[in-house]
């Protein structure tokens, strides 16, 4: 089974969650969440697509966060806990995910908070 993508939705102020549709042979919305816990996650950016973000100087989706499962939460600030690192993108200075600065790889957990500010977290190992 291939993974859920899940990208932060600017106008909507949520996060998208894709899910991979094997008749229509790619990714397809299954919903919008505003607290998401993910697990097994992996990051993925489409390099022409942050060249085409930097040119022309409007974000468009081309960059994910991939996980195995997903669990929906209404209020998920009780899983919240100082250990945790924000992991952050920025297409106009980075051509990755990054957590503290240095190149995100893998995360059992990460948490997704879409208010006041939406943001991604993850568990401190």
């Known amino acids: 089974m291939k993974p859920f993508r899940i990208y932060r939705n600017l106008h909507k102020n949520c996060f998208s969650i894709q899910m991979y549709n094997t008749e229509k042979k790619g990714y397809r919305l299954l919903r919008h969440a505003q607290d998401i816990l993910l697990t097994n996650v992996k990051t993925y950016v489409s390099e022409s697509?942050?060249?085409?973000?930097i040119k022309e100087k409007q974000k468009c989706v081309h960059a994910f966060i991939e996980?195995?499962?997903?669990v929906e939460?209404?209020?998920?600030?009780?899983?919240?806990?100082?250990?945790m690192k924000e992991l952050t993108y920025n297409p106009?200075?980075?051509?990755?995910?990054?957590?503290?600065?240095?190149?995100?790889?893998?995360?059992?957990?990460?948490?997704?908070?879409?208010?006041?500010?939406?943001?991604a977290l993850i568990f401190s190992k």
């Open 92 to 119: 106009y200075k980075q051509d990755c995910f990054t957590v503290e600065g240095q190149p995100f790889i893998h995360a059992e957990q990460v948490v997704l908070i879409s208010t006041p500010k939406p943001k």
């Open 73 to 83: 939460f209404d209020n998920i600030s009780y899983l919240l806990n100082d250990n």
């Open 49 to 53: 697509g942050r060249q085409r973000t």
């Open 67 to 70: 996980c195995e499962r997903f």
